[in-house]
Nanobody
Framework: QVQLVESVGGLVQAGGSLRLSCAAS????????MGWHRQSPGQERELVAA???????RYADSVKGRFTISRDNAKNTAYLQMTSLKPEDPAVYYC????????????????WGQGTQVTVSS
């Protein structure tokens, strides 16, 4: 059984930093595509960052230079380091894993975390 368990998000001041983690079981973060998506009320879920084989990464334009996706294969955990948080970053953030990279890019597939709320205060 595949489980993705995200760390608790939180409230951060604008300009601050927060790191989210996604602990995986039943699936290996080292050989699968991993992604972080976010969804705000009334908005569609959007891809924030993804990491693929050979540690190739992709980021949404809105977070480039501020967010970093990574993974620790030994801990079977993926991370999203968020810095310089902005008022437009608050959302529920979801972790995703899939053997098929396109499913991470288009937010389809079966393996998702439960979501964690990130709030940014101005």
């Amino acid at each position: 059984q595949v489980q993705l368990v995200e760390s608790v998000g939180g409230l951060v001041q604008a300009g601050g930093s927060l790191r989210l983690s996604c602990a995986a079981s039943g699936i290996s973060v080292s050989i699968n595509a991993m992604g972080w998506h976010r969804q705000s009320p009334g908005q569609e879920r959007e891809l924030v960052a993804a990491i693929f084989n050979r540690n190739l990464t992709r980021y949404a334009d809105s977070v480039k230079g501020r967010f970093t996706i990574s993974r620790d294969n030994a801990k079977n955990t993926a991370y999203l380091q968020m810095t310089s948080l902005k008022p437009e970053d608050p959302a529920v953030y979801y972790c995703q894993a899939d053997r098929t990279p396109i499913r991470v890019l288009v937010a389809t597939g079966d393996y998702w975390g439960q979501g964690t709320q990130v709030t940014v205060s101005s």
